[in-house]
């Protein structure tokens, strides 16, 4: 079987608070997107994992296998599988790449067993493996809240289409979150973001977009900036970081000017892609 692991943005981010178990509660907008791994997954005598292309990923990083013990854990099975991952969505990009494979596979392993499992019952699984997988379970564009297991969908009222650009360096994570002054980070209003979406407002949603980590994040890849002017100086709408980086995003309505873009940057920087927010 086939399956697609649709890539994620972020459309926003604010950092809310750090918590005492060393987590930070987080509200953000997230939307699925067009861009997605490829996963082709068959059940076998012997378990075995393939990828192309031919990246290193270490087992104890594998999100498709940690994914696949945790619902082992959890609802006992035998079953191994044969995996081999077409890999298109970049590591550490703020795209979810591995949350959303993780994603994949819970919903294959809950449909090829036929669990039925309740949407609360795939988050407590999800959560376990990424902090992104449970949005990445359902496609749909949401406010999450917490450290990414609470979910509010509402829908967006036409598509926004984009251009994807990372510089040549990706952005840890962990680094992002490290020693963050809380008080002093850009603090968007969801509130606002998702109200704009559903309106189908673009300037209001180009006002209020942010994320609290950017400016992190382009203390760790300068370059980051770079992009994000480049992609503006192009005549995008509006340009920003998703997640915790690196990706910019340049968001524009004329097909045109979005092509000349990828056209034009593609020899320039480590991955360049177009792609719009799944209908």
């Not at 990083?61 to 619902?71: D, H, Q």
């Not at 795209?95 to 067993?113: E, P, R, T």
């Not at 606002?192 to 309106?199: E, H, P």
Request: neutral net charge; aromatic residues 6%.
């Amino acid at each position: 079987m086939k399956l697609k692991a649709h890539a994620k943005i972020n459309i926003g981010l604010d950092v809310v608070s750090k918590r005492e178990d060393g987590y930070h509660e987080l509200k953000m907008v997230m939307l699925p997107i067009e861009l997605h791994d490829l996963i082709e997954i068959e059940p076998a005598q012997t378990a075995s994992f393939k990828c192309t292309p031919p990246y290193r990923i270490r087992p104890e990083k594998n999100t498709l296998l940690k994914a696949i013990e945790v619902c082992r854990q959890a609802r006992p099975f035998t079953q191994q599988f044969k995996i081999h991952l077409h890999k298109v969505i970049p590591s550490q990009a703020g795209l979810g790449g591995g949350s959303s494979d993780a994603a994949a596979i819970i919903n294959y392993l809950d449909s090829v067993f036929k669990w039925m499992l309740s949407d609360d019952e795939k988050i407590a699984l999800g959560v376990q493996v990424g902090a992104d997988v449970p949005f990445c379970l359902f496609n749909k564009p949401a406010i999450v809240t917490g450290i990414g297991e609470k979910l509010s969908f509402f829908t967006i009222k036409k598509p926004l289409n984009l251009v994807l650009v990372q510089p040549h360096r990706g952005v840890s994570t962990k680094q992002a979150f490290k020693d963050l002054n809380i008080p002093s980070l850009d603090h968007p209003d969801m509130d606002q973001i998702a109200a704009a979406l559903q309106a189908g407002d673009d300037l209001a949603l180009y006002e209020a977009m942010g994320n609290s980590l950017q400016a992190k994040a382009i203390s760790l890849v300068p370059e980051i900036a770079v992009i994000k002017n480049e992609l503006l100086d192009y005549g995008m709408d509006q340009s920003m970081m998703t997640g915790s980086g690196s990706v910019v995003m340049g968001f524009s309505n004329d097909q045109t000017l979005l092509i000349r873009a990828v056209k034009d940057l593609r020899s320039q920087y480590r991955f360049v892609k177009m792609t719009k927010v799944l209908e």
